[in-house]
Nanobody
Framework: QVQLVEAGGGWVQAGGALRLSCAAAGRTFSNYVMGWVRQAPGKEREFVAGCRRLGGTTDYADFVKGRFTIARDNAKNTVYLQMNSLKPEDTAVYYC????????????????WGRGTQVTVSS
């Protein structure tokens, strides 16, 4: 089992920034691809960003490229999501998730999930 706990959500005006963090406990953190997935009201969960295990190479959804940055610290068992230039359409619950799958752009492939943290961006 892997336990994931997110922090850092909140309310911000459009154009602002937030930094999310996700602390992991349980199995070896470095064995997992770590991702951020979000869900807006009435919508399905969608992939936001992922960070591979070793080397930490990253992948992003097109709608966040150039604005969001994912990073992991394997020594601290923590993954981060720096969100800049936030837009009202970024409003959602953001989930941290872990998977061993190479197909980590698909939310259904994640094995472990945090409870989520709310991000609200006002116009």
């Amino acid at each position: 089992q892997v336990q994931l706990v997110e922090a850092g959500g909140g309310w911000v005006q459009a154009g602002g920034a937030l930094r999310l963090s996700c602390a992991a406990a349980g199995r070896t953190f470095s064995n997992y691809v770590m991702g951020w997935v979000r869900q807006a009201p009435g919508k399905e969960r969608e992939f936001v960003a992922g960070c591979r295990r070793l080397g930490g190479t990253t992948d992003y959804a097109d709608f966040v490229k150039g604005r969001f940055t994912i990073a992991r610290d394997n020594a601290k068992n923590t993954v981060y999501l720096q969100m800049n230039s936030l837009k009202p359409e970024d409003t959602a619950v953001y989930y941290c998730a872990a998977t061993t799958s190479i197909w980590f752009r698909a939310p259904r492939n994640y094995d472990y999930w945090g409870r989520g943290t709310q991000v609200t961006v006002s116009s």
